[in-house]
């Protein structure tokens, strides 16, 4: 009843909150996203069934803005009146923009870009001029992508920079900060079906069949197996492959015949065969098979 409200130790980190913030806006911009896009389809359907939903998905992140959005960045913050922390109306940042020949052939998406900036700057202050983001995104999105992949309710999910996207629409309107999302009901890199075996006894996890896509971390197959398996998130969970084609009955304790995948090891498929590659183990490009195994380290 006597205790202390608990006081503040350090200083506050500003970066971590901007990254907090950020994901739960994200995590609800994909949310809304997806639903509208099952609510099109379903206006859109002839028979009256509801159509099948996205179990796949790809997010594109920028990694800077489209040279054009970032001249007209450069040219705000030249017009930013820093005692308001405000810009002039929109017809005095017309006159100045149309100036620039870089702007003259992208003028329709102009304006509505300075509104948006606009918006942001009430919101933001002077940081929406900036032109690249105080934290890493992508590496923001990959290190929560067990969250996101969960909250979309998705078989899986990747982050790519929207450089590598085949749609231009997406190279040239996403931004820095407002990733583009796109669901479908394909997987965006090629896999194969392993068969993940969880051989200690007298725990909840079982054997399961789980996906494993082209240029999969040992930790992505990790984080695939803890979904699909229930596994709590704050245990560790360790990969082996078998060294022999040939099986034979299992026996507890037993674990000859089988190697330690290292986290960073990396998958491949080709040829419609599995493959490893484990640096820190001494494999350079082995064939896995159609089994795994999982152990699961609680303590």
């Known amino acids: 009843m006597e205790a202390r409200w608990p006081s503040l130790e350090g200083e506050v980190n500003e970066t971590l909150l901007k990254e907090g913030d950020y994901l739960l806006t994200t995590a609800h911009e994909f949310r809304v996203r997806l639903r509208k896009m099952m609510d099109i389809r379903e206006k859109k359907s002839s028979t009256g069934k509801v159509p099948p939903r996205p179990e796949y998905g790809v997010v594109y992140v920028a990694q800077e803005y489209p040279p054009w959005q970032k001249l007209a960045l450069t040219k705000l913050r030249e017009l930013l009146n820093k005692a308001e922390n405000s810009l002039p109306e929109n017809k005095v940042i017309s006159e100045v923009l149309k100036k620039e020949d870089l702007l003259k052939t992208h003028m329709k998406k102009l304006m509505p870009f300075v509104q948006y900036i ?52 997406i190279r040239e309107e996403c931004q820095p900060g407002k990733p583009i999302p796109v669901f479908s009901e394909t997987a965006h890199k090629p896999w194969l079906q392993v068969t993940a075996v969880n051989p200690q006894a007298c725990v909840p996890y079982f054997t399961v069949p789980i996906p494993v896509y082209h240029d999969d971390t040992a930790s992505t197959v990790g984080d695939r197996i803890c979904r699909t398996s229930s596994v709590p998130g704050n245990v560790e969970i360790e990969l082996r492959r078998y060294q022999k084609d040939a099986r034979s009955i299992p026996v507890a304790g037993d674990s000859s015949g089988q190697a330690k ?31 795994l195994q999982y152990l699961v380290n609680e303590q």
């Open 118 to 169: 606009k918006q942001s700057l009430s919101v933001k202050g002077t940081e929406a001029l900036d032109l690249t983001l105080s934290f890493d995104e992508k590496l923001t999105l990959l290190g929560n992508l067990n969250y996101l992949t969960r909250s979309l309710d998705l078989k899986e999910l990747w982050i790519v920079n929207a450089a590598e996207a085949t749609d231009p629409k």
């Open 261 to 291: 995948i290292g986290a960073r090891s990396q998958f491949s498929i080709s040829d419609g065969c599995l493959y490893l590659s484990d640096p820190e183990n001494g494999a350079t490009s082995v064939a896995v098979g159609s089994h």
